[in-house]
Nanobody, 121 residues
Framework: QVQLVESGGGLVQPGGSLRLSCAAS????????MGWYRQAPGKQRELVAT???????NYQASVKGRFTISRDNAKNTVYLQMNSLKPEDTAVYYC???????????????WGQGTQVTVSS
């Protein structure tokens, strides 16, 4: 019903920047909170940042001041601008959206397929 497609991952040197994008498509009635999560090898998936429909944001402490989450409701897209990247930011990054599907009365969580971010010299 709803698909999330991520883009923008890759290999970057320490101190570099990347911008992740996640676009939703399908039977979208309304998009609520959007977020980015990440999972490093051998670790559990963790929250990176979230943004509400009113654009209130929340960040994991380790990325505050370096990462910025934003959204474009007209494009059904959420972004994650990542600056001053560190090797410990290496992980698969997943986007997540709370969606009210058309003709439904309940919201559901949808996830992207994940995009690899590798920070290495």
């Amino acid at each position: 019903q709803v698909q999330l497609v991520e883009s923008g991952g890759g290999l970057v040197q320490p101190g570099g920047s990347l911008r992740l994008s996640c676009a939703a498509s399908g039977s979208i009635g309304r998009l609520y909170t959007m977020g980015w999560y990440r999972q490093a090898p051998g670790k559990q998936r963790e929250l990176v940042a979230t943004i509400t429909r009113s654009e209130s944001t929340n960040y994991q402490a380790s990325v505050k001041g370096r990462f910025t989450i934003s959204r474009d409701n007209a494009k059904n897209t959420v972004y994650l601008q990542m600056n001053s990247l560190k090797p410990e930011d290496t992980a698969v990054y997943y986007c997540q959206m709370v969606v009210l599907v058309q003709d439904d009365y309940r919201t559901s969580d949808y996830w992207g397929q994940g995009t690899q971010v590798t920070v290495s010299s």
